[in-house]
């Protein structure tokens, strides 16, 4: 694992003095990492992210993390647009449909903590571009191990309980519980318009991180919610909550009033 800096002309500043709050992980979808560099670096692509990292695990850096990369585009999560205003991007150099190298989860796992740490970033808030643009992009794909991930802190993985389970066969067939669960979990259903994202759109992007499964069951339907899709959407949301309430500052005691003179 080595670091090299590439840097790129296309940033800008982070809109109303913005801090970074979520990682956005990435697939090129390139020929090559050399290819990818080069679009990532040319001013006329528009394009950029702040990190791409090579299937031998080496870093590049391409933007400074004070500065806003060019890589989510139209995108919401948790109801605010202009993700690119509070994220990292960090790409990961990937035909599409391929593998990711153990050297590159590895390389990612050691950069996210090293992001985290400096940008007091939790876990929950690396996702997948696929979840701020649902419908948009698929990156980084069904072969991105999130489960495998979360257990060294690289986002959050569900863990149902018996509770999150209940009634999940009704809720699955509720186009309204289901919108009001994926607000809860982060995603938003109709963010940019009518049918942008559509609830199907949301529910594929929500399984292509989640419930991978679908994906490999011959039988399985993306996009269709599964009482699993429901019971996962459900931990998640909880998990969310969990994590609001703990980083809720406590409330402070009001000042006492100066005494009489
Ligand atoms: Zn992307």
């Known amino acids: 694992m080595k670091c090299f800096d590439r840097p790129s002309p296309n940033f800008d ?13 990435h697939y090129t979808s390139m020929e090559s990492t050399a ?3 080069t679009r990532l670096t040319d001013p006329a692509a528009k394009v950029s992210s702040h990190y791409l990292i090579d299937e031998k ?7 400074n993390e004070e500065k806003r990369a060019w890589h989510a585009g139209v995108s919401s999560w948790m109801g605010k647009d202009d993700v690119n205003s509070r994220s990292i ?11 990711y190298t153990n050297q590159q989860l590895f390389a990612l796992a050691i ?11 939790p876990p929950e808030n690396i996702i997948g571009h696929s979840d701020v643009a649902p419908g948009r992009k698929f990156d980084p794909g069904t072969h991105f191990p999130w489960e495998k991930m979360a257990r060294h802190d690289v ?6 309980t018996l509770a999150d389970a209940f009634n999940a066969a009704a809720v699955a067939k509720s186009p309204v519980r289901l919108k009001k669960l994926f ?13 942008t994202p559509a609830l199907k759109d949301v529910i594929f992007a929500f399984q292509q991180h989640f419930e991978p499964e679908v994906f490999e069951d011959a039988n399985g339907t993306p996009g269709k919610a599964t009482e699993t899709t429901v019971a996962r959407l459900r931990a998640i949301a909880r998990l969310n909550r969990e994590a609001a309430a703990e980083n809720t ?5 009001a000042t006492p009033p100066p005494p009489a003179p």
Do not use: Q
């Not at 695990?57 to 933007?63: A, P």
């Not at 960090?90 to 593998?99: A, H, V």
């Not at 985290?116 to 970033?121: E, L, Q, V």
């Open 35 to 37: 290819a990818a560099l």
């Open 111 to 121: 950069l996210c903590k090293d992001i985290m740490h400096r940008n007091n970033i």
């Open 183 to 195: 607000n809860d979990a982060g995603y938003t259903v109709h963010a940019h318009g009518k049918d």
């Open 57 to 63: 695990g080496n870093i590049f850096t391409l933007v």
């Open 13 to 25: 500043d982070r809109a109303n003095g913005a801090k970074p709050e979520l990682i956005i992980v």
């Open 89 to 99: 991007g960090i790409e990961l150099s990937n035909r599409n449909g391929e593998p």
């Open 249 to 253: 500052p406590p409330v402070k005691p």
């Open 155 to 160: 986002g959050r993985w569900p863990a149902p």
